[in-house]
């Protein structure tokens, strides 16, 4: 049971995460939430097919048809996460009165708002259906084994429990947060969590020996092993590994440097406006 009470959490947090972020973001920008009906929807879809076609899935490409999918998968939250961030990162470095300008200006257009709309969709929705498509599969192992099935299901139910009150603590603390606090906030979690999952999409190809897993940078076992509560909760939220190989550094700086850049180019341009 506790195996399925790990398992399920990991998934679920990761994905309620990014959900309850999302959902926060729109409710400071006043968007409505109706995008989130259809993410889930097509997640859930997509989850299903993932895990009913996972055997073809798998024996494609010569055996490595899931983990290219998986880090294809994952590639396109990446990418939609950093234009997400490129896109709201002007609201993060501006006074009051100009953060009200800059808003207006980015939604004064149906375009500006259906971005945004798009971008949450595609990043749920892809979540979801990577992360639910492993409790599908993870369940229908024990199709054939009631007792087992019944102690997956409660241990599943608990994971599952624990990973949504997570992800709506962290909407209700990130709704009461001042909106200038908010957007740095919201941009420095949505770049760790993209740059998580970059580290995976090196791990998915180092797996199938199309990149090379030479000796890690460090080993952080002993502080905090991946396997264990903590380690599962650094997984879901920032990808935390304890033996990461350098290659899965590089790609965790490639997908953190745009947006980190972005900020970092208004936070200058801001320090000059305050000195003229």
Partial sequence: MLDAVLLILREVLEAALILSLLLALSQKLHLQFRWSLIAVTIGTIGSWLLAHYAYEIADAMDGTGQELLNAALYSVVILSVIALGLFICPLAFKSHLENNLTQKKIFASPSGKKLIYRLCIVIVSFSLARE??????????FTHDTEMLSSALIGSAIGAGIGMSLGASTYYAFTFMQKSYFIPVFLAIITLL???????????????????????LWDSTFLVDEHSWVGELLYALIGYDS???????????LTITPVV??????AWQLRVKTHE
């Fill in 194 to 216: 993209a740059g998580g999952l970059s580290m995976q999409i090196a791990k998915q190809l180092m797996q199938i020996g199309w990149l090379d897993s030479a000796t890690p």
């Fill in 243 to 253: 033996r990461p190989a350098p290659i899965q550094g590089i790609f965790y700086l």
């Fill in 261 to 266: 850049s972005a900020c970092a180019w208004h």
């Fill in 132 to 141: 639910a498509s492993e409790i599908w599969i993870y369940l229908s192992a």
